[in-house]
């Protein structure tokens, strides 16, 4: 195992991967911008290096910086979290032609399945269902008008790269095609670097639902369970749970299988997400992406396995063997706490007055912010993940509403009330819900 571990983030994040070096006795070691010196991860590291101004592009996501502060803490190996370099596979090679050990798949890994378009080949091949879809670059609006006859309206028009939902958008005719084309092109070139666009028939009343995977040096690829992430705005999760109360038990075993095929067809080692898209109607699916990279909502899987999802990326990376009995028990949701409106959803950065968080059975809070901070508009508003866990969701529930009414944040504005509407509607009360909730709790 190693010695000493370097974590390329910040946040949350940085603070929950630093949280276990610690408990395994492993050094842990921050890096962090001048803008986040205050901040809780940087104070529970066992070293911290300072790699530059707030602007992301001159520290978090400079990489000779972070290399540099590897070298200077004598760090054998770098944990990237989720975001930044996380689906970097420039930075992994770089990581490992220093000398260190990158925790996270294979570069090749991550090229395989960083473009959606070949990821979908690959899946296809490897036997895991996918939707009708363009097989190759669309990069005109005459081949997206084309390739959109072909499939039939509505279709999900995407970028090829890039994740988050950015530039996605649903065309239900040649007119709105042209808008859709036009926003998801303007977006990959600003993200992706490239204008590859990807159209997919587009499923009506769907749920996002992905599968935990994780890929052991044995050669086997384990699928840990499955979590809902269909509550979203603007394509964005913002709540998640598992297990799914949407799928049955057996389109959940035949979920389970398709993601172990695919993290199997690339090789994959470690934690990884297959993302899907279920139709609720039919009790059917098909694969959406791969995130090679541990996700925000890893903690729903944690609570209904018990498993410790960054000490076994740890074990893995470090060459070791993992034994671990992943039957999931009870059910798990987590409600992401962001520093926005909670009816429009936009970022409201600022100082954090008063900061308390919940406590109780069943409640868990990873939190990058105390008292004191301030949440500035340099990075992504997330500023807690709020997780509760029961013996049934009904449980969940109830432990969730009692959890948000009992977290006091002032200061930056936050997305709590909105928890709070959500726990008491109808729609997810009854798990009877899809992807365009959060829209009509909005309408």
């Known amino acids: 195992m190693f010695e000493s571990v370097l974590v390329a983030n910040r946040g949350e994040i940085a603070r929950r991967i630093i949280r276990t070096l610690n408990e395994m006795g492993i050094r842990s070691i921050a890096v962090h911008s001048e803008a986040d010196a205050d901040l809780p991860f940087v104070r529970e590291a066992v070293e911290s290096v300072n790699i530059g101004p707030a602007n992301p592009a001159q520290s978090y996501l400079d990489q000779a910086q972070v290399l540099a502060a590897a070298r ?24 490992m032609a220093a000398g260190l050990t990158w925790i996270g798949p294979s570069p090749e890994a991550i090229v395989q399945m960083g473009d959606k378009i070949n990821a979908r080949n690959l899946m296809e091949t490897a036997g895991v269902p996918v939707a009708a879809g363009t097989r190759e670059p669309v990069t005109t609006i005459e081949e997206a008008t084309k390739a959109a006859a072909k499939i039939g309206y509505p279709v999900m028009v995407k970028t090829a790269g890039g994740g988050g939902g950015i530039g996605m958008g649903v065309a239900h005719d040649e007119g709105t095609l042209a808008k859709a084309f036009d926003q998801a092109s303007r977006a990959a070139a600003r993200f992706g670097g490239t204008a590859a666009i990807l159209l997919e028939r587009y499923i009506e009343r769907a749920r996002h639902v992905e599968v935990q995977i994780l890929g052991l040096n044995d050669g086997r690829v384990l699928a840990l369970g499955e979590r809902d992430c269909s509550v979203q705005r603007r394509h964005q999760k913002v709540v998640e749970e598992s297990p799914s109360p949407g799928i049955t038990p057996e389109l959940r075993e035949r979920m389970l299988a398709a993601a172990a095929r695919a993290g199997a067809a690339v090789n994959y080692r470690g934690a990884g997400t297959v993302e899907c898209l279920v139709d609720a109607d039919a009790q059917d699916f098909v694969f959406l992406e791969m995130n090679t990279r541990l996700q925000v909502e890893h903690p729903v899987t944690e609570l209904v396995t018990g498993v410790d999802l960054v000490a076994a990326q740890l074990r893995i990376a470090a060459g070791e063997d ?6 999931p028990r009870g059910h798990a949701i987590e409600f992401r706490v962001y520093a926005e409106d909670p009816k429009r959803f936009l970022p409201g950065p600022g100082h954090v007055t008063a900061w308390v968080e919940p406590s109780g059975e069943g409640v868990r809070v990873d939190s990058g912010y105390e008292a004191g901070n301030t949440v500035t508009p340099f990075y992504d508003p997330l500023m807690a993940k709020l997780c509760v ?55």
């Not at 993992?322 to 039957?327: F, L, R, S, Y």
């Not at 930056?412 to 798990?431: I, M, Q, R, T, Y």
């Open 72 to 95: 200077a803490t004598g760090a054998q190996a770098i944990h990237p979290g989720y975001g930044f370099f996380s689906e970097n596979a420039e930075f992994a090679r770089a990581v």
């Open 322 to 327: 993992v034994d671990i009995d992943a039957t």
């Open 389 to 443: 866990y029961g013996a049934t969701r009904a449980e969940a529930i109830e432990r969730g509403r009692a959890a948000v009414a009992g977290f006091t944040i002032s200061g930056p504005k936050h997305n709590l009330p909105f928890c709070a509407e959500l726990l008491d509607h109808p729609e997810f009360v009854s798990g009877d819900y899809d992807t365009g909730l959060v829209s009509r709790m909005r309408s």
